[in-house]
């Protein structure tokens, strides 16, 4: 059984073993039932969903879902996993919505939805809400990422398979269910057309398409709805209801295009072409192309407003255009006009027409290029603006909706009622009157058909809402607050005493800089290449700890182990490559670049790096990160074998058959992977401490203590248990603050009562929007379990926004942390 095309409705249970009572769930107005009748279509109902990784089997459709036991107590089943086969088109469809339940919240750390879209699964997240009630979840596409090896998809055009994946938290059986699943449907206002008609191969397809994935995520953070279409699937349906056309970068066009465009334009729609338009886009778009340029210091600086140019456009929106095509308007065509010129690379504006407006569109110079700058969402948003006023008024309509929106909350009457109910501090009060008069002006402005001036004034109301909300939170002493800082060199663009300084005054006490990888580093070091600007930008511990002395906060170096990374130099990695201390995995790949573990030299130097930073730098910490194997697949490499045979004292027979799952020698392969990781961390625990007094030792790790000593080797609760860690910090980078505060409530289990203070993911968390509440809301989870830190990931452009926020309430106090021994 397959659901084919539209919109459709799935509804699944899974069953624990004495039953569980799940709560009646009613139909949504907009699922459309495909499966008619269906308690009399109990067995192909059962046919189509496929268990997968060892699920218990699907037992019968009951109550208007589909059992499907979890088997988790007593097994080592990593997941539970369904899979569904379907012909889906979500071309037109904004992502998917579903009800879900789950009666024992603590039988997982985390569920993902993935989706099988043209030979590649693309995976998400989600979060079901409290123990034994149904939440109501809604997945946009843009939350979904390529699957490890994937490639990224940009219009989800083909989906034949959707896979849901429980992943195991405790050893117990428990029921969930899910229902209404449909797709969400959308009214795109802008078309992006992909060039994928004049590519030669896949890679070369992936090169045109980029451009209009480009256009899609600036609209998208504008909050403009568009559809990515191949350029040799337009026509007339494609075209229905949208305003915008943007040919993103053809250097031809297929015969079904014009026909099509020039129809469009007809009806009243807007074509906006970038860099390369062929004879007939040109009589379209009423230009003549003058030549192509390029700018003496090899790229121009962006776009400058030219004479008045369009209502709103900033004076200048970034861009570094490499060369550029010069197109002025068809004198023969009235109201052409240049509304933006290149400035070069020198900041001086050229003669050279950057952006033409004509009757039916507009034409750019160059491709769109990505920016995080405002000016360029505004020149965007301009240029819509002008050719489509209703985009105006739909995105000001849906900017004034969102006002308050807040967690749960869903919207300002609500966020009112919310308030009103919580004991507010002085500024909390203020902001909260501040949101009110803003949410007057903008209904003002939205009765007044002012679409600008009510965006504006909306998007201030929820800046406001959310100070609020923020400053609404206590603060509390003696806490570990630390971020993990990703970058060697600080916070962006500043150095590391400006970055430590920003730190320190937004409450924050610890930094966890990653200054090494598997081989590099980033200080002078006799035990690691060393990073290739080292002579011109420095020893990047020292600038750090320097910061971190003069402001009072604490610092932990963070290594990157065994994983190389991308930074390695080519002659390195050939090098390890040849030497045979690479990993392997169980296909005979090594392109990953990862130190194989269980190779005495690579132990050493894991060893020495760490102990090298221990002696040389007074610093407060030496932290573990990538303490593992990439995955159960890895390694197999030839000297694995050899010194797993060492290990077992005999010859390993039927290599490497023996030692996968259900093989003679898999336990003690799972004993020889753990000892390979723990002797590293065990070594560094004990010598550093001698050779610095007070050091402290700790790791990221993985979410699952019990099943990630077997899949990685990471064999955490032991590192505790032992002593060897001073501090530990899951990386539970979940959206949801409930599923956050289950992962925790687990972890706290398997301490042994060293300090946790769990990772919190602020830069990996899917859905954008109001990141400083989420993460006020999960520090606050921190703490009513009991736990007295937390671990921020990344200390990056996502940490530079919020950080004002949480210093409103959460982090409002300065505090020293009170460590273990006090």
Not at 74 to 90: C, I, Q
């Amino acid at each position: 059984m397959m659901l084919k095309k539209g919109i459709f409705v799935l509804a699944l249970a899974v069953s624990i073993v004495n039953g569980a009572d799940i709560p009646k769930i009613q139909s949504r107005d907009n699922v459309i039932n495909e499966w008619q009748n269906l308690a009399s279509r109990q067995t192909a109902v059962k046919k189509a969903i496929q268990v997968q990784f060892g699920t218990a089997p699907v037992c019968d459709f009951k109550d208007g879902y589909v059992e499907l036991p979890v088997n988790f107590k007593g097994t080592d089943l990593e997941r539970a996993n369904w899979d569904l086969p379907v012909d889906f088109d979500l071309t037109r469809s904004k992502g998917l919505s579903f009800d879900f339940f789950c009666a024992k919240m603590s039988a997982f750390v985390s569920f993902s939805l993935y989706l099988h879209v043209d030979g590649d699964w693309q995976q998400t997240r989600f979060s079901p809400g409290k123990d034994g009630q149904w939440t109501h979840i809604k997945i946009s596409k843009s939350a979904f990422s390529p699957d490890a090896g994937a490639a990224r998809s940009d219009n989800f055009k083909h989906v034949d398979r959707i896979r849901i994946s429980g992943w195991r938290g405790n050893n117990v059986d428990t029921t969930c269910a899910l229902a209404n699943m449909s797709l969400i449907p959308f009214e795109p206002e802008v078309l992006l057309l992909s060039g994928v008609s004049c590519a030669k191969d896949k890679k070369d397809e992936k090169q045109y398409s980029c451009y209009a994935n480009n256009l899609h995520q600036s609209l998208l953070k504008l909050g403009v709805e568009s559809v990515i279409v191949d350029d040799i699937a337009l026509d007339e349906k494609e075209l229905e209801g949208i305003k915008v056309v943007a040919v993103s970068y053809n250097t031809s066009l297929p015969k079904n295009v014009m026909p099509a465009l020039h129809s469009f334009v007809k009806r009243g729609g807007k074509v906006i072409c970038f860099y390369t338009l062929s004879g007939e886009l040109l009589d379209l778009m009423g230009v003549n192309k003058a030549n192509w340029v390029k700018d003496a210091s090899g790229h121009f600086s962006g776009f400058s407003r030219f004479n008045k140019g369009l209502k709103g456009q900033p004076k200048f929106a970034p861009q570094e255009s490499w060369c550029a095509h010069v197109y002025k308007p068809n004198p023969a065509v009235k109201g052409g006009r240049v509304v933006a010129v290149w400035k070069d690379g020198a900041g001086k504006d050229t003669e050279h027409p950057a952006i033409v407006v004509t009757p039916t569109g507009a034409v750019f110079g160059h491709v769109w290029l990505r920016s995080s700058d405002p000016a360029s969402s505004q020149l965007l948003m301009s240029l819509l603006g002008e050719l489509a006023p209703s985009i105006w008024k739909k995105r000001a309509t849906r900017a004034f909706a969102k006002i308050g929106r807040i967690e749960e909350i869903r919207d300002f009457k609500e966020f009112c009622a919310t308030v009103k109910r919580k004991d507010l501090n002085s500024m909390a009060t203020t902001f909260f009157k501040e949101s009110s008069e803003a949410y007057r002006l903008a209904e003002e402005a939205l009765d007044n058909e002012d679409w600008e001036g009510c965006f504006v004034i909306s998007e201030k109301a929820q800046e406001l809402a959310v100070k609020c909300w923020c400053s609404s939170y206590k603060s509390v002493k003696g806490e570990h607050r630390a971020f993990w800082c990703h970058s060697a060199f600080g916070l962006g663009t500043n150095n590391w005493d400006q970055s430590i300084h920003f730190l320190k005054e937004h409450g924050f006490n610890a930094i966890l800089p990653n200054m090494s990888w598997g081989a590099t580093a980033y200080y002078p070091s006799d035990v690691l290449p060393e990073y290739g600007n080292l002579a011109k930008q420095g020893d990047q511990i020292a600038q750090c700890l320097a910061a971190c002395k003069k402001y009072g906060v604490e610092c932990h170096v963070w290594k990157v182990c065994w994983n190389t990374g991308h930074r390695v130099p080519k002659d390195v990695a050939d090098k390890l490559r040849k030497e045979q201390r690479l990993q392997v995995s169980n296909t005979g790949d090594d392109e990953q670049v990862w130190l194989c573990p269980s190779h005495p030299l690579n132990q050493q130097m894991e060893i020495d790096a760490m102990l090298e930073v221990a002696r040389d730098y007074d610093v407060d910490g030496i932290h573990f990160d990538y303490i593992r194997y990439p995955g159960s697949h890895y390694c197999y490499c030839d000297g694995c074998c050899r010194r797993f045979g060492d290990y077992i004292r005999h010859k390993v027979e039927g290599w490497p058959e023996s030692v996968k799952k259900g093989g003679a020698n898999y336990e003690k392969w799972l004993e020889f992977r753990r000892g390979n990781i723990s002797k590293v961390v065990r070594e560094v625990a004990l010598k550093a401490r001698k050779i610095r007094k007070g050091i402290e030792i700790s790791a990221a790790v993985f979410r699952n203590a019990e099943s990630d000593r077997n899949t990685i080797g990471q064999d955490w609760q032991h590192w505790c248990e032992e002593g060897w860690l001073d501090f530990v910090c899951p990386m539970d980078y979940i959206d949801s603050t409930v599923a956050f505060s289950n992962v925790i409530n687990i972890q706290k289990e398997h301490v042994a009562g060293v300090p946790l203070y769990p990772g919190i993911g602020l830069s990996c968390w899917k859905d954008g929007s109001n990141y400083a509440v989420k993460l006020c809301e999960q520090i606050v989870a921190v703490r009513e379990a009991g736990l007295k830190g937390f671990t921020v990931f990344n200390y990056d452009k996502n940490a530079e926004r919020v950080l004002p926020y949480l210093k409103l309430g959460v982090t409002k106090s300065e505090v020293r942390r009170l460590k273990i021994e006090e």
